[in-house]
């Protein structure tokens, strides 16, 4: 199989998505204890309810929304495995990086299936900035996925 690396990224990534929302959301009670500081200001955890995209960009939207977003994540999801199994067997950090983007994007549809929203958790501040926003661990492998994609594009670099 051509992108095995990319499937076993998805899977992984949206596995360790699901699993950290389970067991900070449900098993340690963030909702409602008010947060919890892990290693503040650094890392705290705060729960958040997101209906729109990063930083509630489209937020506070209708079941319509929700759906466009549902709709819009599959078909991001089907266009990088189309890309990816054209690539070449060997572009394996294109696979993972792409991997990382499915996984962290299903893992968000996975959320607004299942709640409506997506469970937001992970609040980081530092050096004096108070950052008033929650995202998840699927952001984090979209956001790395995303910027793999354009390190390792696997196109010839031509000098100017």
Known sequence: MRAKVMIWAAILALLADQISKYLVVRVMDVANRGGIDVLPPLLRFRYGENTGINFGLFGGGTDTTRWILIGLSLVICVVLVIWIVRLPANARMMQLSAGLVIGGALGNVVDRLLYGYVLDFLNMS????????VFNVADIFIFAGAVGLILFDGRQKNPA
Do not use: A, T
């Open 126 to 133: 530092c050096c004096g900035i108070n950052n008033p926003f």
